[in-house]
């Protein structure tokens, strides 16, 4: 853990993204305009976490579920992420930022799809903070695909299921490189995962902040690092 002013940086930190809606509604904007501003905030929180020595952190930015959502917003959000691709492009290779993609991507459109692939491949090299967007994710989902190809392999005789070891298991899932998030951060004062990282947030502290997304800055990250630092980890020990 890094360590500022006094404060330990966790090294892998997750965030429910939550409030962009909510955020518009109060201001009389549609919803879109809600998602437009969480993604300020989101370029913002990856150069803030990276300069504070923050090793990975992972984002929620579009579950499984979400797709139930009006054609309009569903919609919208694409068109915001094509937009933002080329500006994450960028501020990765500002900031030395390695970007990963869990979830299922097959489903998104090709262009999004040969987009996330490019930012993958042209961020591979940087040895920075690594930035995880989680799209079209959703944990049992996860699971459900990682369980599929562990059974496959287990068909070809390449792996034996009455020696499967949890850590054998989580090669098969998404974060397969990345590490358990050590603090999870939901916006919007909602106490819910909604089907976030379930087998990775087994031990992680949670801190819950009533701001919306599009509000959450610094000051607010630092404010969640510091309740992180008042909570005593014990993993099931004493
Ligand atoms: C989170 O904000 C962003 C996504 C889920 C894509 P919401 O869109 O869920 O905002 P609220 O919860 O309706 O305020
Ligand atoms: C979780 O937020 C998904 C993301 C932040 C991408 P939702 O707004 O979809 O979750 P629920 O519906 O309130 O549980
Ligand atoms: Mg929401």
Redesign the pocket.
């Given at each position: 853990m890094e360590d500022i002013n006094g404060l330990s940086i966790p090294s892998s930190i997750a965030i429910i993204?939550?409030?962009?809606?909510?955020?518009a509604?109060k201001r009389g904007l549609s919803?879109n305009m809600?998602?437009k501003e969480?993604c300020r905030t989101v370029e913002q929180i990856i150069e803030d976490c990276a300069r504070l020595g923050v090793k990975y952190l992972t984002v929620?930015?579009?579950?499984t579920e979400?797709w139930k959502r009006s054609e309009d917003e569903v919609t919208g959000?694409m068109q915001l992420f094509r937009y933002y691709a080329g500006r994450l492009l960028a501020k990765a290779r500002d900031n030395n930022v390695r970007v990963l993609m869990i979830g299922d991507r097959s489903r998104f459109p090709k262009d999004i799809i040969a987009s996330i692939d490019r930012l993958e491949s042209e961020t591979a090299g940087n040895t920075g903070m690594t930035f995880v967007m989680a799209a079209n994710y959703g944990g049992r989902d996860e699971i459900r695909r990682a369980a599929a190809r562990y059974a496959m392999d287990a068909k070809d005789g390449k792996t034996d299921p009455s020696e499967l070891t949890e850590e054998e298991f989580s090669e098969y899932l998404d974060t397969k490189s990345i590490p358990d998030p050590d603090l999870l951060i939901r916006t919007?004062g909602?106490l819910r995962l909604s089907n976030f990282l379930l087998w990775q947030c087994a031990y992680s502290e949670i801190v819950i902040t009533d701001v919306?997304?599009p509000d959450f800055d610094r000051d607010e990250l630092i404010r969640c690092i510091t309740e992180f630092n008042g909570r005593k980890r014990r993993f099931g020990g004493v």
């Open positions: 993204m939550d409030g962009n809606g909510r955020w509604q919803r809600g998602h969480g929620y930015a579009f579950s979400n959000l919007s909602e919306y997304w």
